[in-house]
């Protein structure tokens, strides 16, 4: 694209409007640390503060060692880092074979597969919330760390596989034959010379699918019942829920250390998940 | 892997079919299996009485009766279109705007606007919703002290979540703002495909910024934002946790249910699980009805 350089009163107007966007994203996230650094008596006082300059750390304290309602931080943690950690793992392996199967094979149901494959992404877990529920009620896996992950898998695979299958594709099959040629069977080809060429791909998929178990909310209010069992984003609902919505400050905290594992692991791959979400939608 | 006498597994082993398994049955339990569960479910009697252990009773159609003669169920319809349109409209308005931004802004500031969308796209939907359910707080909430300063009259103990019209209009804040950056980096990826050569030899010849933007631009990046569009209209028709959330911290769940939230109501608190399945039915079909467009555009371009 040739660079048009805009005239001075032009390229003014178009700074200024970019600083207004800026400061749209990013105000309420500032505003939600801001607000959890603060005592609880100026967050809720008539004059906001719109710098911690009483900085204090006692809501962070508190949210973690004080628990409200019946679900503690800790235990909500330790369940969120699991259930995500097994999924994150389970999505990328699985959707990696079967990318593989509907890239570098030809077979006659796998139209088929790719059909359905499209069809179940666009089903609505909503939809399906009560009879999972009953499925997995069946199968006594409610309450259960391998439950709440396998619905967490399946709901990410079909995206998964669909972006993978496009990275597997842009491999050349050339690499897989000439392992083999040299002895590998060809899953010794798959495993050492296309798993690792994946990396962007692997990196993308596996944001998206941290990002989807990290923050899911209603599978886990309905399939982890008990307070043990908890994950955050349902300790922050009981949260907001205990404290009536009363205790701003605290509640802002817990928001926080919901938010900043997702934001950090946001930042750090992010060029690599724009360009692997990207890549699917635009053809050069 | 250098072994000079290799068992050949056997021929099913050998083809794609193991490489489908892990992946085929987890989807056909968790999301398959379900899926049938619900429609049958739709067709039976299934209440508390059922819940606690009675045989489940076949009805035929019979929720499906209940529910489209229900004028609950279609003020509940009604508004999720209505949400759905306003929030899609703003989203893909705000964001190819943005993108169109973006391409016109030196670097520095190109990467400023990246970074706070990034950041506003990263933030979990929920904590987001709790965010903005406090900037938008009746006594110490930003929005209304800042009115208050503004305008001059007191808007101070003024409740947004109470009148299901700024209800909503919250909750399109919320979604809007979450839904832009991922148009935006879209769209943007897609601007920065069009040739320049075409765009000058446009100029050259006559056009303005406007119909070159209408006769060159639009055709090239027309398919992104189709796909887009029907993105968008998937994800702002089941929206769930914000407006689920945004109850939570005020407002009538009554005047403000959306589908996806109004299935799970009749289903949990109502206790009619049948009615509750119809419903979900009626949701699969919608969204499957809408996306047929995306799903054949998909599989053309796969046999291409």
Redesign the interface.
């Known amino acids: 694209m040739s660079r048009r350089t805009a005239r001075r009163p032009a390229r003014l107007v178009l700074n200024v409007i970019a600083v207004v966007v800026f400061v749209a994203s990013v105000f309420p996230v500032y505003w939600m640390v801001n607000s959890s650094l603060l005592p609880a008596s100026a967050v809720s006082s008539s004059t906001p503060h719109l710098f911690p300059d009483l900085f204090t750390l006692k809501n962070y304290v508190a949210v973690i060692l004080e628990p409200k309602g019946d679900i503690r931080f800790l235990p909500a943690l330790g369940t969120s880092l699991l259930v995500t950690g097994v999924s994150v793992v389970a999505a990328l392996l699985f959707a990696f074979l079967a990318a593989l199967a509907l890239t570098r094979f030809r077979f006659r149901s796998r139209r088929g597969f790719i059909v359905a494959l499209l069809v179940i992404q666009m089903v609505p877990p909503e939809a399906l919330l009560i009879s999972t529920y009953r499925v997995l009620d069946g199968w006594h896996l409610i309450n259960s760390v391998i439950g709440l992950s396998l619905v967490y898998t399946a709901t990410v695979l079909p995206f998964t596989v669909w972006t993978l299958r496009g990275f597997v594709n842009g491999i050349p099959a050339e690499l897989e034959e000439a392992a083999m040629v040299d002895g590998c069977s060809r899953m010794g080809a798959f495993w050492r010379v296309t798993f690792p060429l994946l990396g962007p791909g692997l990196a993308a998929t596996g944001v998206f699918a941290f990002i989807q178990s990290w923050n899911e909310f209603i599978y886990a209010l309905v399939v982890m019942t008990r307070p043990d069992s908890r994950t955050l984003p349902v300790w922050l609902r009981a949260f907001v829920q205990a404290t009536k919505a009363t205790d701003w400050a605290q509640i802002m905290a817990a928001s926080t250390l919901l938010a900043i594992p997702v934001i950090v692991f946001f930042l750090i791959v992010q060029g690599r998940m724009t360009s692997g979400l990207v890549a699917g939608a635009v053809k050069g | 892997?250098?072994?000079a006498v290799?068992r050949r597994p056997p021929a099913f082993l050998?083809?794609?079919?193991p490489?489908?398994v892990?992946?085929?049955v987890?989807?056909a339990?968790?999301?398959?299996?379900?899926?049938v569960?619900?429609v049958i479910?739709s067709l039976q009697e299934f209440g508390r009485a059922q819940i606690f252990g009675a045989p489940p009773e076949w009805v035929g159609l019979a929720n499906y009766v209940d529910v489209f003669t229900d004028p609950t169920f279609w003020a509940v319809l009604g508004r999720s279109l209505a949400f759905c349109a306003v929030n899609v409209v703003a989203t893909m308005v705000l964001g190819v705007a943005?993108a169109a931004?973006m391409?016109?802004?030196?670097r520095g500031?190109?990467g400023?606007?990246s970074?706070?969308?990034?950041?506003?796209?990263?933030?979990?939907?929920?904590?987001?919703t709790?965010?903005?359910?406090?900037?938008f707080?009746t006594?110490?909430g930003?929005v209304n002290?800042l009115l208050t300063l503004v305008t001059g009259s007191d808007w101070?103990g003024h409740s947004w979540l109470f009148n299901p019209v700024s209800f909503y209009f919250v909750a399109t804040v919320i979604v809007t703002?979450q839904s832009?950056?991922?148009v935006a980096?879209?769209a943007y990826?897609?601007?920065?495909?069009?040739?320049?050569?075409v765009?000058?030899a446009a100029s050259l010849d006559g056009a303005g910024a406007v119909s070159r933007f209408r006769l060159v631009t639009l055709p090239f990046i027309r398919s992104?934002l189709v796909?887009?569009l029907v993105l968008q209209i998937?994800w702002d028709?089941?929206v769930?946790?914000q407006i689920?959330?945004l109850q939570?911290?005020?407002g009538l769940a009554e005047a403000t249910n959306t589908i996806?939230v109004y299935?799970?109501a009749v289903?949990?608190k109502g206790g009619d699980?049948g009615a509750?399945?119809a419903i979900?039915?009626v949701?699969?079909v919608i969204?499957?009805a809408i996306?047929s467009y995306?799903?054949r555009a998909?599989?053309r371009?796969?046999e291409a």
């Open positions: 892997m250098s072994t290799r050998r083809g794609p079919l490489l489908l892990p992946a085929g987890v989807v339990a968790i999301t398959g299996w379900p899926l569960q619900l479910m943005i931004l391409t016109r802004l030196s500031f190109r400023l606007v970074a706070g969308l990034l950041l506003a796209w990263a933030m979990p939907p929920l904590a987001a709790v965010v903005w359910g406090w900037l707080d006594d110490s930003l002290y101070m703002w832009i950056p991922f980096f879209t990826a897609a601007l920065t495909q069009v040739p320049g050569e765009l000058e992104v796909v887009l998937i028709m089941r769930f946790t689920y959330a939570t911290i005020g996806g299935i799970y289903s949990t699980l509750g399945g979900a039915v949701l699969v969204m499957l996306s995306y799903i998909t599989l371009e796969e």
